[in-house]
């Protein structure tokens, strides 16, 4: 039954939020009521049964907590009356003149672009964003943002206080906001579908159905935005990406790496989708970063081995990537297609100031990269120092069992 609530919550949280955002406004009350909904759900449905619309049921449940919370809480209930006689025609239980009804996916994007707001800092909009429509704990996301989760709960009850203090609203943003706010939602959903792709913690290495969702979120963006050239290069960098899924773990569900992939098991289709839409998008001009990373998938896939791989090429479009978008994750893989393109010293080099950065060093991925580039170095002492590190750093267990192995491997 557990398992049962919780693929009913990661289906329905996002459209039971919008649709008590819509009715309500408040973000944080509404993210409030819908958790305590889903713990009443927790409670009763083991005992009574899913009920036939439980999208429906987690609504009415957490209206009752909001309106219950509303009466006993006069000073908010002012509030709430004079908002609702500056705007009569705000968006409740029917849609206001200048409104297009939402549909489903109309509401998760919305809560998206609402999330995204500009009074908002973007770490804070993609953090807030992963929380409220992901559905990512917060050790999750603090995870992906390399900071304690004391930190990541004080910013996500920040961006919340902000958001109300901004009087910010489910609607679509104008013409003018629109860019800066893909740009947010592009981040939400590549860091979605990270989180999906290899889970930060855990007993299985991917969440297939949490990389899906944020496939079929930047497929909608794209359906809506088909000229948006950053919109394309993420949705072609999860499909290219996505593609290698059926052969990354073995039978028993351990890591299968990169280099020990059985090829004919990618998904040709998506591969074939990602190329297309890459080279679609490529000769229109701008390039991002998005643009980029999906270039570096589409040469591993182009690939029909591992040692046919072009890491020159790959080496030199992680350059680009790195002068657009440095970000300490950009640099680990950067590095990995120096030393295969060049020579391991060369990626151990770069490598070297990661270790000043107190976050990084807390990083098991830092560690296992180094342990790699130390063990194709020939330095197998500190190869093992480095994998025992990593496996002792990360929470995920398939590669937590990976890097044992490599580790007894090279020990043996």
Do not use: K
Not at 72 to 98: H, I
Not at 176 to 202: I, K, M, N
Request: proline letters at 6%.
């Amino acid at each position: 039954m557990q398992h049962i609530l919780a693929d009913v919550w990661r289906r329905e949280a996002p459209h039971v939020l919008g649709a008590l955002v819509r009715r309500y406004g408040d973000l944080g009350d509404c993210e409030d009521a819908a958790q305590e909904a889903a713990e009443d759900a927790a409670g009763q449905w083991p005992i009574r049964g899913v009920p036939d619309d439980p999208r429906a049921w987690l609504i009415r449940v957490a209206s009752r907590r909001l309106i219950d919370r509303a009466r006993a809480d006069s000073a908010r209930a002012r509030r709430e009356t004079l908002e609702a006689a500056r705007q009569p025609a705000d968006a409740g239980v029917a849609p206001g003149a200048d409104e297009v009804p939402a549909t489903e996916v109309d509401d998760t994007l919305r809560l998206l672009f609402l999330c995204c707001h500009p009074a908002l800092s973007r770490p804070s909009q993609v953090a807030l964003s992963l929380r409220a429509v992901a559905g990512l704990t917060v050790e999750q996301i603090a995870a992906a943002y390399l900071v304690p989760v004391r930190t990541m709960t004080q910013r996500l009850s920040r961006a919340r206080a902000t958001l109300r203090e901004a009087g910010a609203r489910l609607a679509m943003p104008s013409d003018e906001e629109l860019p800066p706010r893909v740009a947010a939602v592009l981040d939400v959903c590549h860091l979605v579908f990270t989180e999906g792709y290899t889970r930060t913690s855990g007993q299985t290495l991917a969440d297939v159905e949490l990389a899906e969702e944020a496939i079929r979120l930047t497929r909608q963006m794209h359906g809506a935005l088909p000229d948006h050239e950053e919109v394309s290069g993420a949705l072609a960098l999860m499909l290219l990406t996505h593609a290698r899924l059926p052969a990354r773990t073995d039978a028993a569900g351990d890591l299968v790496p990169l280099a020990e992939q059985d090829r004919s098991r990618w998904r040709r289709d998506l591969i074939t989708e990602g190329v297309t839409l890459l080279e679609q998008t490529l000769p229109r001009g701008h390039v991002g970063r998005y643009q980029i990373q999906a270039a570096i998938a589409a040469v591993h896939a182009e690939a029909s081995t591992y040692q046919d791989t072009d890491w020159m090429q790959i080496s030199v479009l992680y350059g680009m990537l790195s002068r657009i978008a440095p970000a300490p994750t950009v640099t680990l893989n950067h590095a990995v297609a120096v030393a295969m393109a060049h020579d391991p010293t060369a990626g151990l080099a770069m490598l070297a100031p990661l270790l000043n950065d107190p976050a990084m060093r807390r990083h098991h991925r830092l560690h296992a990269v180094r342990a790699h580039l130390l063990e194709l170095n020939g330095d197998v002492e500190a190869a093992a120092e480095h994998y025992r590190l990593a496996a002792q750093l990360t929470t995920s267990l398939p590669e937590q069992r990976y890097l044992n192995r490599r580790l007894r491997r090279i020990c043996d």
